[in-house]
Every structure is written in C-alpha cells, then in structure tokens.
C-alpha cells in the first residue's frame, strides 16, 4: 500500500512543473488567451518531449509509460492554463488506443504521440456535438454518442464551426458529422478519458487555492490580513478538502485504469464527480476570498474559473457521473455483492 | 502508487481474518443495560489478549506484535469489517501505553502497561472541563503538592468509561503563575478513591457513555507524574495525536457499513430508481470512498515521512460531516418510522450529532487545517 508516487514520477511531476513555471507564465497564458492563440512554441517543445504520447503504447509510437504519469502531466498543464491542445489530443488517443481498431490505432496513434496530428473528443447527439475543445484545426476528432457508441472523423470529414467558449485558453467549436466507428469497447476509452479531465481539474483547483492563500495573507482589512478572519479561513479550508478528495479519488483511477481495470467504472466516476465539484467550488471559492479584485478581467483567478466551467461538464457534469455510480450500487444489490 | 498490500501485509490481513471469524465475541447481553454490555465488551478483550491480538501496534517488548502503521489499519478494518467490538480499555490501548511508551519511566512502563493490554485495568481521559473544551490549556483543575503526594481538585467532563476505570489521565494546573500552557502536569489518577466523585451525564440519546468527574483534593503520589512537573501540555499532545490516528480506520468501516445497510434498504423500498434518492446515495458512496483513500494516503505518510500529513483532520471533518448527511437521508428513506426511540436509525441519527464535535468540533479542524496547512494567520484571541 503506497499512496505516493515513485520516484520517476516525481522527477516527470518535477520537470513539468519547472518548465512550465517558465514556459507559461501568467502573462504569457494572458497573451493567447486574449488573442484566442494557441502557444505554438510551447506546444513544439512539449512535443519533443514526448509528452502527448505519454501513456500511448510503444509499439503504437508513445513512451508506453501509465496512466498515472499521463495524470501529472495533465494536472500540471491545469495548474498553468497552458494555451495547447494537450488535453484534446489526449482525449482522442485515448479513445482510439482503447476503443479503436488496430487500423485505427495504426493510423493515427503514431501521429498523436509525436504531436504532428491533434485531436480532440466530443459528445454528440445524433452526430452533432454542441462543444467540442480543441476540435478547430485538429486532425482528428472522435465522437461519443449519447447511444454509447463511438466514431472517428478525419478533419476533411468533419463539420466544425468555431465558438467563443468563456475559456479562450483553448479553442472549441461545434462540431458534426459521420465518420467510422471505433470498434472496440468505448466504455473503455471514456472512463480513462475521464480520469484525464479530472486530473487536469486537479491542477486547477490547486493552483485556485494556492492564489487564494497567497492573497489572503496579503490583504488586509481592518488592520489584519483577510485570511486571519474565519469566514475567509475556514473557506480556505473547505478548498483544501475539496481539492484533496479530487486528488485522492483521481490518483486511485489513474491507478485502477492500469492496475486494477474492473474497478476502473466506479473510480472513473468518481473521479469525475469529485472533480467536477471541486472545479466550480475551488474557483469560485477563489473569485470570492479575492473580493472586488477577483471579479476583474486584470486578476487571473477568473481564467481558472473559466477552465473549471469548461472541464467540470466535459464528458458529462457530476450529477451524471453519480447517477452510473448509483447504477452500479444498484447492479451490486442485485448480485448481492458488497459495496 | 501500489494500492495492494504486500505479500506481508496480505498474510497479517489474512491471519487476523481468520482470527476474528475462528473466535467471534459471545453473544451480545440483549439487556442488563450498560454495565452488562460493558462486561461483555471486557470479556471480548480478554480473547483478544489471550489471543495476542488486544493491542497489535504495541512493540514486542510490551506484549505487542509490533506492527507497522498499515498492519494497525488494517487489524482496525478487520475489526470493522468482522463487526466485532473494539476493546473495552481502548483509551488505555490506544491513548494511555502510546502516551506512556513515549513519557513514562521504566517503573511507570513496567506496572501500567501490562493490566492496559489484558484488561485488568481500565484507562479513562480527564482532559476537558466545563470552561475548557476546545481552549484544552485553560483547564482549571488544581494540583498542590502535599509531601509526598498531590491533592487535586476541580471538575473534569466528557469522561468516557469513567465508571469502569481503575485509572484517568489526569491533566492538572500545578503552576497558575506561569503561562497557561506551561503550568500543567500530566498524572495518572487512581480512580478508587472516595475524593473522586463520578457522575453519568446523560446525552442526547439517553444513554450515558460519558460522565463527569468531581474531585474533592484526591490524592496522587508524586511518583504518579508523567513526563515531569510543568510538561503536561506536551504529554497531553501526545495523547491527542494517539486519539485520531488508529480510530480512523474504524470509523471509516462502520460508516461504510452503514451506509451498505441504507442502500439494502433503499433498495428493499425500490428507492434506487428514484433519481433523487440515487443522486443521494450516490453522494454518500463517493464521500465514504473519499474517506478511505484518503486515510489510505494519510497512512503512506506516515510510513514514508513518520508523520501524518494533513489529512487526518481532513479525515475527520469528512467522515463527521458524512455520517450526519447519511443518519438523515435514512429517515427520508425509510420513513417516520426511523425517528421511534430505541430504533436503529433514531440512534444513530441521534449519535451522529455528536461527531462533529467530539475529538475536535470541525471549527477547530478548519482552524487547525488554515493555520498549519495552509500557513494562514491567527486571529488573536480577544482576553
């Protein structure tokens, strides 16, 4: 029983933090966000890297590494709002490394793991996806459908029509077509996609908090720093608890999707669910304890809420998450196995 | 991250198991009221000994088994899982040897520890008063030397199992010029003495697990100190840092356990199909799971780094806040019904309001968690 990480992973944590302390900086996040760009330079050096195929398999170009390393680099990208399309194209390949056919795999992994192609997941219905992140100027975009079913567009044969999300840290666009279908089990795909959307609202909850405390113990009101007073305090603290049981309950599915698959559902989902509340409570936790200052465009803290936002619903919002935990519950009494 | 247990780990929850289930308690008195249940609960510690499993976390020196910090977790789910009763003397157990083993004297180790882990002698805690709960340091309870000996008097509340008690740990002020952290003494109190006076106090459920204590100038050998005149806060610290550690893991158990019963039940009504009570039991699935994976990473720094990591107030605070949430969507669950005395749920509904203050009120938990974790500033107390 080791809830840490190995000493591997501390050094990737380690390395991603370091350089994206001085990759992307706030004002450098601030420039493209505005500009609705996306960090091009950044995005290059973090494909020679090798990060996009992190967790993508050897013999399908990745660095075969787990989904847990893939879950640090994630919720480091989170913490700095990085302006790349890390997370989409992570999406996709997960769905056609785990959903996919061989030809699929063949075809595009390669391609997601070097960074030459991007990608980007969606839920569709009916074949229309309302908002889709990263999805304008992605090679591939694959589609889950409300009928559990998955599909595969090449860009020439999607429809994508660009939007101005709240987040502009990353494009989005409604997209819709007909592509072919991934094969496999999607179920599969969508529960480590998951995992990697939680992750990456754990990075942002903590970075929330950490602006957070750094501001309380600066302000001061009636000659104390705000922090002093309970009201604010105690608000920390219930950041603190929200952002750690997202952590722990992201950490244990990140864990489950190599180690222990059966489990994978349940931790999947409550992954989401942990996460998803976290986000909107922890920044806008973060606007509030901030005061007049946080309700403006000039402090940052709004762009953390904004991404929040975005990824708390992505893949479906915590409601939706504990109503298939409430079903495999239920599907346990019906067995008359143990919780 | 490795969430499995070691093949040694596996064997110890194994061998446990099987201890539990080859010698389950005798059966429960259905009545006989608390001294009957207490004798029972004495009884079953008694095979726990005999067996060599009153207290694995001990060290081999003292009768223990000297088991790691995960080892204890798990003799403590075991214990939860097998719904076996902890053992009578589990403040002796858990608080009294721990705080001994770290401050007592040889002589102390040598005469306290063995009747702590059979049984023979029951530990209770006199900490808090009437004026000092929260605020521990402000305790008014007085002791003056008398030759040999000192004579203690004040008032002391919230004593569990002081009926039973051979001795209390007895934090006493010894110095009222001094800062009030610094005159306090930490004494083992010999509870069979006219001078001490226990008293049930009857809480919300209408039983009585704790008690007050009067203390009319009894008497306590000086050779009764632990850790030194004066260096009872720090003695009293180790106590408290006892009180949260092993608990846990059973808290955690008996709340999942609950929570298992209220999905049967639920389920038994055709309630899982209604998305509002799914969504609800849904949320108390996640909150319970929340709980055990963070106990679980709170263990692993205490094995990596020998302490524990903010998470054991975070623990707390989850698992009171929890247990209230479930005791009342089980009345809405299983109807009117649930709020008759004497009934399951009514106590446990009843029980739960107690979590949030007992062992830290979550007020003090949020403070502790702002200050020490987060590194915010302190609001001075206003005089």
Known sequence: ???GLTDDQRDIQRTARDLLAERAKPDIVREHAEAGTVDGALWKELCELGWPGIAISEENGGQGLGRIELSILCEELGRVLAPVPFLPTVLASTLIEHSGSAEQRAAWLPRLASGEA????????????????GAVG????????TDGGASLLEASAAEVTPLAAIDPTRSAARVSGSGEELPGDVAAGTDRALVAISSELVGVCGRALEMTVEYVKDRKQFGVPVGAYQAVSHRCAQMLLDTEKARSTAAYAAWTADADPERLPEAAAMAKVTASEAGREVTASAIQAHGGIGFTWEADVHWLYKRAQLDSVLLGGAGSHRASIAGILAERIRSGAAA | MDLTFSPQETAFRDEIREWLAANPPSAEPADGGEDAHYAWRRDWQRRMYDGGWAAPSWPTEYGGRGSTPTESAIYFEEIGRARVPLPANVLGLLLGGPTLMVWGTPEQKERYLPPILSGEEIWCQGFSEPDAGSDLAALKTRAVKDGDDWLVTGQKVWTSGAQYSKWCMLVARTDSEVAKHKGLTYFLMDMDQAAVQVRPLR???????????????????????????GNGWKVALTTLMNERAGLGFVLQIRLRQLLDDLIAAAAERGLLENGGYADALADLHVRCESIRLLAWKGLTDVEKYGQPGPEGSLVKWLWSDTNQRLTQLAVDIVGPQALTSGTAWSYELLRARGNTIEGGTTEVLKNIIAERVLGLPRLKATA
């Open chain 2, 203 to 229: 809480q919300i459920t209408g039983e009585a697990e704790f008690n007050e204590l009067f203390i009319e100038e009894a008497r306590i050998p000086d050779a009764n100190v632990v850790g030194g005149v």
């Open chain 1, 1 to 3: 029983m080791d809830f």
């Open chain 1, 118 to 133: 991007t990608g980007a997941l969606g839920s569709s219905v009916d074949g229309t996806a309302g908002l889709v992140i």
């Open chain 1, 138 to 145: 992605a090679d591939v975009i694959v589609l889950i459908d």
